[in-house]
Each structure stands twice: as structure tokens, then as C-alpha cells.
């Protein structure tokens, strides 16, 4: 294992938690010192670490470290500190925080990232510890203005109470005295049976602005004088501006500037409409570089080419190699392609560059990594880059990204105006970075109807080692063999091996759902070639390899049950069957059942999707159920209908006419089981996405005798009188 | 100068004749809350009212809207339907990240204006135009439904 503490994938990430909760101290008490010097920051007068600021008038803010995309963590850490600290939710306004790795960076990532469904994993304790230190504070503060023992001193709905005599203050009458009060070296948490905030499903705190109109996205910054850059940009990554006539472009009422830069064109107006009129009006000839003759076959080539090299080992047990060398030996090789993160908020950052300083307004889920990437592109220092991050329009893993805002900062330092770029949506999909192709070959051999041996070669590239490099030792991405190495099911024989392959020409990023997608879409798939090969059903074959993990064991029969899996399916119409997957990943437990209806077309239908999840403690139980919701939506796109593809270095697709995403009429009916449960809080963002794409698939077998190996489904392979 | 009504209010703009109504609510007048997510009319999230129908405003340029009344998200709610699908949507926790909500709670309060009932075909078809990436879907319909019995 890398060290824990640069450890940054999922599988390193369960053991980081652990990490975490020692190195916890360190950190919080750091975090502490830093902020003790700004103390009043704000005019507040309790401001007793990074995250809470105290008013006189009792009324809280929050600092979020981590951002709000929907995933509803604003909301979930807000309870947490309002869980110890004993605070009033209604009392409470929240505000991102500014951009500080050192205050606000993820415990799990040792940066301010939003991803990896880390955040409640990360900050379960921390957020608490502050709550519960700032709480100590205001009790020891009543207890010295009233001269009193703070042991007799209780606490409830932002008030301090003396049972004894009868007094109650507000925390805000006990702000200024509070602050004078020693911050606590230990304190304890509370007991979870007396949790009265945690494990109730609490109203999201950032829906009325989403309601009304009235919520702030990086896109609706209009700071004064805001001019507007719609962007040409090279076509093919690498390549070069050759020439373009600029007059179409500057005949265009409202253009005030068109900039040219090496590998693209902004054109700077004083409406949106105006730029991209402009950008549509010019003919930019480009030299397209190294890689005008990329396609997605020659990507394919060159990831079977890379299949045949040397892996090395993610974990090993016995020999596998040798059960697998003997005849009967089971096969399958999966293939995955690349994805686009589409969120709905297209692209964009608003920069004003003055002198040596600048100020950005953005949604993004690395702020300090924003920060130095602006700076990096000014030649300044870091802190001389001002970033106000905003509520995030979808993410997906797009935002962990700042190569828009480098374009962003290259175009504003040319402006003496702040400039908002923003991106088509054409730009969106075709100039965006993506999720990889990846290639996966499992085998494994029976006897006696049980697997003796299993291995799972993983072929594709390292994104942590591009984007968190000290996350990264060298030989395995832990993100790529997520899910890989660590399968729910006791395999005597067991080997996960990972090949690294970077792709020519394409910028690959992570995607929501990240290696466990890949991973364990080829687990649950084989495993039901293997249930099918030892004559056993996908569920009883599943329950008998999870003797050792209970709560996997737990959720799986939860699903069934529900999903009743045991009951005949409608007869007639279309073929219909029910596919299953179980996981562990993100901390949290899935088992999803599939239900799928198939038409003469080979077109797939999912009527209903049954989850089960353990996903630990259950922060706010409706958020993780909306995290499966949707999540289990984002995978069934991912599943039935996306693929990027490139011909001549360039991307195909162009817009969501033809990078078809699940609409309503498509989205089916989802149950979700939620376990009560009192271990540690796992991720919740993602496992939905990893979980339903190998149920379909398997469902699909189960309908059409079809097994799907390759993404997105086929349903010419479906097709019932095909030619 | 064009004149146009927006939300009950006529607004005078100094915009090219064929601008999109999005860029001129979104960049002349200050209201964000329409938001651009494809601009060809794919997505539905710069759905407005115009004289009451649900239509998308990356596509209707300004010269063509002419005497009718635009209502855009910020006044949907002083609307029965409007106000019904906002407070349904608040009371499920309806959204996620949020931004495709603004289209979604206007072609539903138009769905709903029209139709007083709507059942799941009904629904799926009036929203269908509606993407959202989060996937809410599933409240979506709910939260209509949710709006229809409060009518």
C-alpha cells in the first residue's frame, strides 16, 4: 500500500478513513491555530476554528470546505456541526469557503476537492469536533458568567441552560465570552442514541434559490463591467491556429474584441449572443498537430496493444495464475468507452485581471487548485488570485478540472474588462476532457460449481497520477483498480492486475463513478457467466461467495426480496428479465435489481430499479436516497446510450441530440432500502452510477441471452430478425 | 429598442432584432434564473412562458415574440400552477445541483396550468423536453402529481 496519507482512490480512501480519524487532531487543531489569529474575522464574535462564525444576535454561519453540486453535502455537513454544537438549523446560513488547503483542505485528499464521494467519509468527524469544541466553548462561557459547574449545564437549539436555577442564554449573548475561552484539546462527541439531528432526513438548505430563479450559479456572475467571450478552440487537442480572417467576427454588432491565441479564438462582446455570433462567423484554419488522424478505432488498437505489456499486481492471493492456466478456464473481456461529463452548466469562469492581482468567479471543486492555475498562467503568487466559488451546476468530475479556467484567465489578462467565457455546449462535448476508454479481461475458473480461481486485468490510464500526483506511486492507480481489488466475494485464487495506458491526444479526467464503473460492471457481469456456467441462479451463486461480508450479504437479500425476485416477470410483449449487482465501494454497500423490457428493435427499456444500500450511519436518509435516485439515472445513460467517439483527432458528437442522455419518459421507477446502520458513513454520490450498469446488463442477458461486455449496450446485438 | 412584456412589466432592450430572448433576460435585464444549457432548443433549460405556453428561449428570438406576455421563473410563482409546482418542489426536495430546475418548474407549471391532472404518460410526455443530468426525475413526477392534488 502507498502511503495513507497521499492515498487518494477509493480502495486507499477506506483505509485513509481510518488514517484520517488519527491524523483528524493534527489537522483540526492546525486549522484552529490559523484561524485563532483572524479571530472577529467578519465582525463575528465567536469565530473559534475555520468553520464557524457566531453573530451577537445568535444567528450562525457555516463555512463549507466542501462544494454544493447537488450532491446535497451542504446540507449534510450543516448537520453535522448543528449536531454537536447544539445549533438551531433555522439559525444557520452557509457560505463557501475561500480557497486555503490548509483550512479547508479534504482530509482524504490533502487538497480542497470536492469528489471521490469523499465528502462525508472525510469530514464525519472534523465537522462534529467542531461542533462540539465550539460548544464546550459556550458552555464554558455560561458557566463563568453564571459561576456555575459546566457539568450542570445542558444545551439545546442554540441555547445554554441551568436546569437548576432556571437561566437559559442564547450563544449569541455568549459569543464575545465564548471566544475568550480556551479551545478544548479533547472533546467528546456525542452518543449517537442521543443524536437528534443525525439520521433525520432534514430539508436541503440550498432549494430556494433553485426554485425561484434567484440562486447564483459561476454562470449568472455578472460582476460590473462583465463583458462576454464566446471561444473557438483547436478541434483536435494539440493543435495550432493557423490563420482566420477576424472581420466576420468584428462586423457583428455588440464585438468589441477578437484575441487570438495558439490554439484558440475568443471572441469578447458585450452580450453572449453577439460572441457566439462572432465565433460562428469566422473560418479559423488550423493546423491540427500530432493526432489529425485519431479515431476510436486507433485508440482501441492502441489499448489492446498496451493489454499485451507487463501489469503489475493491485493484490494477489494464492496463485491464480496457475488454477487459470488449467482447462475450463472462463473468460470474458470488457470494453468501455469514452464518456463526456455533460453537466448542465455548461463550462465557464468570469476573471478580471488587474495588474498583478485577479478575481474569479466560478463553480468549481478544486478551489486552491483553481487558485495556482490561475496564478501559474499571470506568473503571480497564489495569493494574489481571489476566487469566489459559487453553487455548481453538475459536476461529474468535469469541475475537478481548471483547464477552463486557464482559458478563461489567458483571455481575461487581455481585457481590461472582467470577461465571463463560457462554453457551447458543442465546446461542452467536443472541447471538453473525458472519461477514457478502458479495457478489462477476467478470467476464472470452477470446480464444483464454486470459483477457485479469479483474475481481473485493467488496462487504461492514471488520472490520479496527472491530477494528484503525490497520490500516485508509480505503478498503480488505486482509482483504476477500484473496485477491482477488492471484490465483496471470497476467491481462494485471486489476482487484480493493472496495465497503465495513457491515450494519445485525448485529455481523460475522472467521471462520476470512476474506476469502480469499469471494475465492477466486469465483476458482476462475470459473475453471472460463472453463476450460468455452475447452473446456479445469479442470486444464490452471489450469497454463497459472501459468507464473509454480512452487510454485503444484508443488502443483496434486501433487493431481492423487494425487487421479488423470485416472481414471474409479465408474459408477452417484449422480452423481459431482471438482472442483479452487488458492491462495495465508496465505503457503501449497493445491491441493485434491474428490471428490463426489450424490444424487437433491441431497444431497452428499464420500467423499475431496486436498491438496496448500506452506506453506514445515514446522515440525512432522503439525500442518500436523491443520491441514488439520480444516480442510478446517470448510470443508466452511461449504460444504454453514451459514447464519445473520434474521427480526424476530433469528437463526433456535438450537442445532446446526439449524446443522448436518459430523459423522463426513459427513467423508471426506483426503490431504495435504506439499512440503519451504525457504522462509519461511506460515499453516497456514486455507488448509485457504478450500480445500476451491470444490473441492466445483466437483466439484458436475462431477457436476451445477450451478455453484455461492451458499453454502451448494442441493441443491434439485440435485435430480434437482424441481418 | 424592442418592447417587450416580461413578467408584467414592459421592458424597453437595445438588442439586435435577432437575439435569442435567454441572452437578453440573462445578459441585458439581469434575470439569471433562465439558464442556457444547449442553445438549440434540446435540453429545456431556458424554458419560458410566452402568453402562457412552455417554450424554449435560446430559440425565440426577440423580434418574433411581439406583443405576448413573457414569464420567466422569477414570476412564475405569482402563477396558481407556478406556485403549486414551487412549493411541491420545495416540500420533496425535488432539486439537486439545481440548474435545470428553473425549465423543469416552468414546463411543469405550464403542464399543470393545462392540464389540471396529469397522469404518468401525461407528464413524461409534457417533460420529456427537460433534461436533467442529476437525474431527478423521479421526483419530478412526484412532485407534479404532488402540485395537481393541492389544486
Same mark, same amino acid.
Not at chain 1, 104 to 112: A, C, D, L, R
Not at chain 1, 287 to 294: C, E, P, R, V, Y
Not at chain 2, 94 to 100: L, P
Given at each position: 500500500m502507498a502511503d495513507p496519507l497521499v492515498a487518494a482512490s477509493r480502495r486507499a480512501v477506506l483505509k485513509g478513513v481510518f488514517v484520517s480519524a488519527f491524523v483528524l487532531g493534527i489537522e483540526f487543531a492546525t486549522a484552529r491555530v490559523a484561524v485563532a489569529a483572524e479571530q472577529g474575522r467578519g465582525g463575528f464574535p465567536f469565530a473559534p476554528d475555520a468553520f464557524i462564525r457566531l453573530a451577537a444576535d445568535g444567528e450562525a454561519t457555516l463555512i463549507m470546505p466542501q462544494v454544493e453540486m447537488g450532491q446535497g453535502i451542504y446540507t449534510g455537513l450543516t448537520m453535522l456541526i448543528a449536531e454537536e454544537m447544539d445549533? @438551531?438549523?433555522? =439559525?444557520i446560513s452557509l457560505e463557501a469557503a475561500p480557497a486555503s488547503d490548509a483550512l479547508? #483542505?479534504? !482530509?482524504?485528499?490533502?487538497? =480542497?476537492a470536492t469528489g471521490g464521494s469523499t465528502s462525508m467519509q472525510a469530514w464525519w468527524l472534523p465537522m462534529r469536533q467542531a461542533g462540539a469544541s465550539a460548544r464546550a466553548m459556550l458552555v464554558a462561557a455560561a458557566a463563568r458568567s453564571w459561576k456555575v459547574d459546566p457539568a450542570m449545564l445542558r444545551t439545546e437549539a442554540g441555547e445554554v441552560i441551568h436546569e437548576a436555577s432556571g437561566r437559559r442564554a442564547g450563544y449569541g449573548s455568549l459569543a464575545a465570552l465564548a471566544a475568550l475561552q480556551a479551545v478544548p484539546a479533547e472533546v467528546p462527541l456525542k452518543d449517537p442514541s442521543t443524536f437528534r439531528l443525525i439520521g433525520k432526513s432534514h430539508r436541503r438548505m440550498d432549494t430556494a434559490g433553485k426554485v425561484d430563479g434567484s440562486v447564483r450559479y459561476g454562470i449568472d456572475a455578472m460582476p460590473e463591467g462583465v463583458r462576454f467571450a464566446a471561444l473557438a478552440i483547436s478541434p483536435v487537442a494539440g493543435g495550432r491556429l493557423i490563420s482566420v480572417d477576424e472581420k466576420p467576427a468584428r462586423a457583428v454588432a455588440g464585438v468589441e474584441d477578437v484575441l487570438l491565441f495558439d490554439d484558440m479564438i475568443a471572441c469578447i462582446a458585450s452580450n453572449s449572443w453577439a460572441a457566439m455570433k462572432a465565433i460562428a462567423a469566422l473560418e479559423p484554419v488550423w +493546423? +491540427?498537430?500530432?493526432?489529425? @488522424? %485519431?479515431s476510436t478505432e486507433s485508440l482501441r488498437a492502441g489499448l489492446e496493444e498496451a493489454a499485451k505489456g507487463k501489469a503489475v499486481v493491485a493484490k494477489a492471493i494464492g496463485n491464480a495464475d496457475a488454477e487459470l492456466a488449467k482447462d475450463g478456464t472462463i473468460e470474458l473481456a470488457f470494453r468501455f468507452p469514452m464518456l463526456a461529463h455533460a453537466p448542465m452548466e455548461p463550462m465557464n469562469c468570469t476573471v478580471h485581471v488587474r495588474g498583478d492581482e485577479c478575481e474569479i468567479w466560478v463553480g468549481t471543486q478544486v478551489m486552491t487548485m483553481t487558485q495556482r492555475a490561475a496564478a501559474e498562467e499571470l506568473g503571480i503568487a497564489p495569493e494574489r488570485v481571489n476566487v469566489h466559488n459559487h453553487l455548481i451546476g453538475g459536476g461529474f468530475g468535469r469541475r475537478l478540472e481548471v483547464d477552463f479556467v486557464r482559458r478563461a484567465v489567458r483571455v481575461a489578462g487581455r481585457s481590461a474588462s472582467p470577461v465571463k467565457i463560457f462554453y457551447s455546449r458543442e465546446l461542452d462535448i467536443q472541447s471538453g476532457m473525458y472519461r477514457s476508454i478502458y479495457g478489462t479481461w477476467l478470467s476464472a475458473r470452477l470446480e464444483n460449481g464454486k470459483p477457485v480461481a479469479w483474475r481481473h486485468r485493467i488496462v487504461g490510464p492514471a488520472i490520479i497520477a496527472r491530477w494528484l500526483p503525490p497520490g500516485f506511486d508509480g505503478r498503480i492507480d488505486n482509482d483504476a483498480v477500484d473496485g477491482a481489488a477488492e471484490p465483496p466475494y471470497d476467491f481462494p485464487n485471486f489476482r487484480a492486475e493493472y496495465i497503465r495506458h495513457e491515450l494519445p491526444g485525448i485529455p481523460t479526467a475522472f467521471w462520476r463513478g470512476v474506476g469502480p464503473n469499469v471494475n465492477i460492471f466486469s465483476v458482476e457481469v462475470m459473475m453471472d457467466a460463472l453463476a450460468e456456467a455452475a447452473g446456479r441462479g445469479p442470486l444464490e451463486f452471489r450469497q454463497d461467495l459472501i459468507r464473509s461480508h454480512p452487510r454485503a450479504r444484508q443488502v443483496l437479500d434486501l433487493a431481492a426480496r423487494k425487487a421479488g425476485w423470485d416472481t414471474p416477470l409479465p408474459g408477452g410483449g417484449p422480452r423481459r428479465g431482471r438482472g442483479i449487482s452487488l458492491q462495495f465501494a465508496f465505503g457503501s454497500y449497493l445491491a441493485t435489481i434491474a428490471e428490463v423490457a426489450v424490444d424487437d428493435d433491441g431497444n431497452v427499456a428499464v420500467p423499475r430499479i431496486v436498491t438496496a444500500v448500506d452506506? #453506514?450511519?445515514?446522515?440525512n436518509p432522503d439525500q442518500v436516497r436523491s443520491q441514488i435516485e439520480g444516480g442510478v439515472i446517470f448510470g443508466m445513460t452511461a449504460a444504454l446510450h453514451s459514447d464519445v467517439t473520434i474521427r480526424a483527432g476530433r469528437v463526433v458528437q456535438s450537442n445532446f441530440h446526439d449524446y443522448r442522455v436518459v430523459r423522463i419518459d426513459e427513467a423508471p421507477q426506483v426503490d431504495v432500502i435504506l439499512v440503519e446502520s451504525a457504522e462509519k458513513p461511506g460515499g453516497i454520490g456514486e455507488p448509485g452510477t457504478v450500480s445500476v450498469q451491470p444490473a441492466i446488463a445483466n437483466a439484458v442477458h436475462a431477457a436476451t441471452g445477450q451478455r453484455i461486455?461492451? %458499453? !454502451?449496450? +448494442?441493441?443491434n446485438l439485440l435485435a430480434r430478425n437482424r441481418v | 429598442m424592442t418592447r417587450i412584456e416580461i413578467n408584467g412589466e414592459v421592458r424597453e432592450v437595445d438588442a439586435e432584432p435577432d437575439t435569442p430572448l435567454l441572452w437578453v433576460l440573462r445578459d441585458m435585464l439581469g434575470l439569471t434564473g433562465t439558464k442556457f444549457g444547449c442553445g438549440i432548443a434540446q435540453c429545456g433549460a431556458c424554458t419560458v412562458h410566452v402568453a402562457g405556453a412552455p417554450l424554449r428561449s435560446c430559440q425565440l428570438t426577440i423580434e418574433a415574440i411581439g406583443n405576448r406576455p413573457v414569464t420567466t421563473i422569477e414570476a412564475v410563482g405569482a402563477t396558481s400552477a407556478g406556485a403549486r409546482i414551487q412549493k411541491a418542489w420545495l416540500e420533496l426536495d425535488?432539486?439537486?445541483?439545481?440548474?435545470?430546475q428553473s425549465g423543469q418548474i416552468m414546463s411543469a407549471a405550464a403542464l399543470l396550468a393545462s392540464n389540471p391532472e396529469p397522469d404518468d404518460r401525461a407528464i413524461d410526455a409534457a417533460m420529456a423536453g427537460n433534461i436533467c443530468r442529476c437525474g431527478t426525475y423521479v421526483r419530478i413526477r412526484e412532485g407534479i402529481k404532488r402540485a395537481a392534488a393541492h389544486g
Open positions: 445549533l @438551531a438549523m433555522d =439559525q479547508y #483542505g479534504n !482530509p482524504i485528499f490533502k487538497v =480542497q +493546423d +491540427d498537430g500530432a493526432f489529425a @488522424a %485519431l452506506c #453506514g450511519v445515514l446522515v461486455v461492451t %458499453l !454502451p449496450i +448494442d441493441r | 425535488v432539486v439537486q445541483c439545481g440548474y435545470c
